[in-house]
T-cell receptor, first 113, second 116 residues
C-alpha cells in the first residue's frame, strides 16, 4: 500500500492564481481531511469528507473548495490564491467507525507571492 | 468547539533520560480519542500513541506512555530512555466520536531536543 499520497510536494503561486492539490489513498478509508500547518499554530482542519459525495467545512474553510467523487481521491482547490494561504498542507485519511486515527500524507509546501 | 493546549513550545532532554510533554484540552463530550503525533524534520506526521477516553488505563507503547487525567482534562506524554531519534515536534490531538464528525483538533506543538 502506498498509503496517502499528495502531489505536488512544493508549489509556488502568484496571487490570484488557482491550483489543485491532489490527495489519494489506497486504504479504502471512508474519512478524508485537509489540514494546513502554520508556525506556532499546529494543524487546522480546512475541509473533510466522511464518504464519497459528502463534504463539510472545518475550522478554516475560506478560500478553499473540495469535492469527493470517489473514495480514493480528495482534491483541494484554491480558486484565487492569497499570500495568507502560504502554508504546509496535509491530507489525511481515517477508517472512521471506532478507529479515529488519521494517516497523513507527506505534505505540500505552498508559497503564494 | 474543542481546544487543545500545549503550554511548552520547547523542551530539552538528555539522551537516556525521561521527559514529559504536557497537554490539556477543553471539551463537553464524555467520549473521545486523544493522540500524540510526532513530526520529525521530514515533515511526516507519525502516530506515537492513542488513548480512548472511556478507558481508565493509561496507554503505553514501548518507551512512550501517557498520563490521562480525564477529570482534569490532561493528557501528558512521557518518553523514557530518550533517544536522538526522538527529537521532533510533538503534537497532542483530540478527536470527537460524534457521528460524521472527522474534526481532529491539534495543539500548537512542542519541539523536543535530545542532547547527546
Amino acid at each position: 500500500n502506498a498509503g496517502v499520497t499528495q502531489t505536488p510536494k512544493f508549489q509556488v503561486l502568484k496571487t490570484g492564481q488557482s491550483m489543485t492539490l491532489q490527495c489519494a489513498q489506497d486504504m479504502n478509508h471512508e474519512y478524508m481531511s485537509w489540514y494546513r500547518q502554520d508556525p506556532g499554530m499546529g494543524l487546522r482542519l480546512i475541509h473533510y469528507s466522511v464518504g464519497a459525495g459528502i463534504t463539510d467545512q472545518g475550522e478554516v474553510p475560506n478560500g478553499y473548495n473540495v469535492s469527493r467523487s470517489t473514495t480514493e481521491d480528495f482534491p483541494l482547490r484554491l480558486l484565487s490564491a492569497a499570500p495568507s494561504q502560504t502554508s504546509v498542507y496535509f491530507c489525511a485519511s481515517s477508517p472512521g467507525q471506532d478507529l479515529y486515527e488519521q494517516y497523513f500524507g507527506p505534505g505540500t509546501r505552498l508559497t503564494v507571492t | 468547539a474543542q481546544t487543545v493546549t500545549q503550554s511548552q513550545p520547547e523542551m530539552s532532554v538528555q539522551e537516556a533520560e525521561t521527559v514529559t510533554l504536557s497537554c490539556t484540552y477543553d471539551t463537553s463530550e464524555s467520549d473521545y480519542y486523544l493522540f500524540w503525533y510526532k513530526q520529525p524534520p521530514s515533515r511526516q506526521m507519525i502516530l506515537v500513541i492513542r488513548q480512548e477516553a472511556y478507558k481508565q488505563q493509561n496507554a503505553t507503547e514501548n518507551r512512550f506512555s501517557v498520563n490521562f487525567q480525564k477529570a482534569a482534562k490532561s493528557f501528558s506524554l512521557k518518553i523514557s530512555d530518550s533517544q536522538l531519534g526522538d527529537a521532533a515536534m510533538y503534537f497532542c490531538a483530540y478527536s470527537s466520536l460524534l457521528f460524521n464528525n472527522n474534526d481532529m483538533r491539534f495543539g500548537a506543538g512542542t519541539r523536543l531536543t535530545v542532547k547527546p
